[in-house]
């Protein structure tokens, strides 16, 4: 007969656990409840790296308001930054404990290293490195975003994630119509980003992303969700007075219409609820303003009190098309566009270009032109082809979403710097895992 083991009454591990955390208790209250909230949400995101992705939308949705006033190196660390750190940290954790698979290679991820790699090669020609760093790590930064994001969620169950971005979603673009009302260049709301044009990108880009998720659910909160996007987000973006995105949203809308076009009284219920409250939320007067003076600029026509904004673009365009002849090859070098074009505003600063496009060609010349294109022509054929082998609804839906969102994004940066516009390339990254599911029926 064999013996019995001698049991303990008590776990050791458990007692001196119990123990250090009483005395933590007694010391710092505060600082122990916290560890303990960290200690368990880390087991969470540990065992399902996919939880940590709405977080990571957080992080990028508040990035501008997340900036610590910390610096490494030169480079401001952001909540956005030390999001994606944590993210690989608590993944690597997880294929260590779960022996899943670390990573998983696309031709996108090729795309964006070409056009960092020529990053890097027009930055070391023309020596650079003190403005170029920051484009250089700032692309490296995306790459890695994106093969991660594409890596943890390339298996998962996509659909709690579309509703939990989605909740996030209608409650910011509920709070970024409070500065309706106000006078002057404050009543243009910016949301998080801390300025409207950025702010209508990221409705663009995040909306059409969600609701082609959210189209095929029938979960009971699905419903209220694509109601309350569908109304907010032009809202939103009227709301932003940005003349682009006026344009961006007009092209967007048969995009999303169709994703909706089975949700027809939806879209009836709310465009008579939109009907009802837009005039009470938007400044239509200072809008009409705004527009009205882009039209008569379009038609040739100048106004009686002159547009800086319209001025300084059209300024910026034609030094920016001289630089790049001026350096047709290899450009004057990333991040020197301010300094070699020489233009300075009227606050007495030197102007980024406002339009990604020629932002490459000047500072890198017809070869990052060409890199940059190999990119995003490779985005556009893994969704082209996403949404053509789609074997369901759902997923095709899902695929369509993705490319709305990401071309709205592509159309406004010909007015903006958006080369690292961190939530375009976390789409992306969700679109690779979109499109893996769709072809393959998961």
Same mark, same amino acid.
């Given at each position: 007969? =064999? ?14 656990? @119990? ?25 969470? &995101?540990?065992? %399902? ?41 608590? /993944?690597?954790?997880?294929?260590? $404990? ?6 998983? /290679? ?12 020529? =990053? ?14 920051? =484009? ?38 509920? $709070? ?17 980003? @801390?300025?409207?044009?950025? /702010?209508? =990108? +990221? ?39 940005? %003349? ?20 027809? @009284?939806?879209?009836? !219920? &709310?465009? @008579? ?14 809008? +009409? ?23 300084? %673009? ?52 017809? !070869? ?15 969704? /082209? ?5 789609? $074997? %369901? ?22 007015? !903006? ?16 895992? &979109? ?8």
């Amino acid at each position: 007969m =064999t013996a019995e083991p001698r049991r303990w009454p008590l776990d050791p591990i458990a007692v001196a656990l @119990g123990l250090g955390f009483g005395l933590a208790v007694s010391k710092q209250p505060v600082l122990a409840m916290a560890a303990v909230i960290g200690i368990a949400f880390g087991l969470l &995101v540990v065992d %399902r790296p996919a939880r940590m992705v709405p977080v990571l939308f957080l992080a990028i949705l508040f990035d501008k308001l997340g900036a610590s006033g910390v610096k490494l190196a030169d480079f401001p660390v952001t909540a956005s930054k030390l999001s994606v750190v944590g993210l690989l940290g608590v /993944w690597g954790l997880h294929v260590i $404990l779960s022996r899943a698979r670390p990573a998983r /290679w696309h031709p996108v991820l090729g795309g964006l290293g070409v056009f960092a790699a020529s =990053t890097a090669f027009t930055l070391t020609l023309t020596g650079q490195l003190g403005e170029g760093k920051f =484009t250089l790590f700032g692309l490296l930064m995306m790459m890695v975003l994106v093969g991660l994001v594409f890596a943890i969620l390339a298996e998962e169950d996509l659909a709690p994630l579309y509703r939990s971005i989605g909740c996030v979603l209608a409650g910011i673009f509920l $709070l970024s119509l409070k500065a309706a009302g106000a006078e002057g260049e404050a009543a243009r709301a910016t949301g998080t980003m @801390g300025d409207p044009n950025e /702010w209508a =990108t +990221m409705v663009f880009v995040v909306t059409p992303f969600v609701l082609g998720g959210l189209t095929d659910e029938d979960h009971w909160v699905a419903r209220p969700l694509r109601m309350a996007l569908v109304g907010l987000a032009p809202l939103s973006v009227l709301a932003s007075g940005s %003349r682009a995105a006026l344009i961006v949203l007009v092209l967007v809308t048969p995009g999303v219409l169709y994703l909706m076009r089975r949700r027809r @009284g939806e879209l009836g !219920l &709310v465009a @008579g609820a939109g009907a009802l409250v837009a005039p009470f939320v938007l400044d239509f007067s200072k809008g +009409m303003e705004r527009f009205q003076s882009l039209w008569l600029r379009l038609q040739g026509e100048s106004t009686v009190t002159g547009d800086n904004s319209l001025d300084e %673009r059209t300024e910026l365009f034609h030094q920016g098309l001289q630089l790049f002849l001026d350096n047709l090859l290899f450009g004057s070098g990333p991040g020197t566009f301010g300094a070699a074009t020489g233009f300075v505003s009227e606050t007495g600063r030197l102007r980024p270009a406002h339009n990604s496009y020629l932002e490459v060609a000047a500072e890198q010349g017809l !070869l990052g032109l060409l890199c940059a294109g190999f990119f995003l022509a490779t985005v556009g054929v893994t969704l /082209w082809r996403g949404w053509r082998g789609a $074997l %369901r609804p759902r997923d095709r839906n899902r695929v369509a979403g993705v490319a709305i969102g990401l071309a709205a994004v592509a159309t406004m940066a010909a007015t !903006l710097g958006l080369i690292t516009f961190s939530m375009a390339y976390l789409v992306l990254g969700f679109g690779l895992a &979109v499109v893996h599911q769709a072809t393959r029926g998961g």
